[in-house]
């Protein structure tokens, strides 16, 4: 369902800057304007979980460095019946978290610092 939401979105973008260019320019405008929707699309698809961690200033981290954190994330993704994604860490004051990824494969996890710090630590 996830995917069929996906090609609506990006379809729709697509309409709408078609619909755009050929207000602008015609025939020429419209064709322009599909180029650029489709280079927004690909991007949009390729790279956005790159583009949700630059802007929220994610730095990924590892097990050796976030222990706590790791297990956190890899007990969750184990219940989910997913592999665990890779681990960012948003030195933020204000408690969020969010997830990221066009796959599985691709996913990745990121939360502030105060949020997962007053989790209670795993036992073992």
Do not use: C
Not at 28 to 39: D, S
Request: net charge positive.
């Amino acid at each position: 369902m996830n995917n069929l939401k996906t090609v609506f979105l990006f379809g729709l973008l697509t309409a709408v800057l078609v619909g755009v260019g050929w207000a602008i320019g015609g025939y020429g405008g419209m064709i322009a304007f599909l180029v650029i929707a489709g280079v927004m699309n690909f991007a949009g698809f390729w790279f956005s979980d790159k583009l949700a961690l630059r802007m929220s200033g994610a730095h990924e981290v590892t097990m050796q460095q976030e222990p706590r954190l790791h297990s956190l994330i890899e007990e969750v993704a184990a219940r989910a019946g997913m592999p665990k994604p890779k681990v960012y860490l948003i030195e933020n004051d204000t408690p969020n978290a969010f997830a990221t990824g066009r796959s599985p494969k691709h996913a990745a996890v990121a939360v502030t610092t105060p949020w997962w710090r007053r989790w209670p630590a795993p036992s073992p």
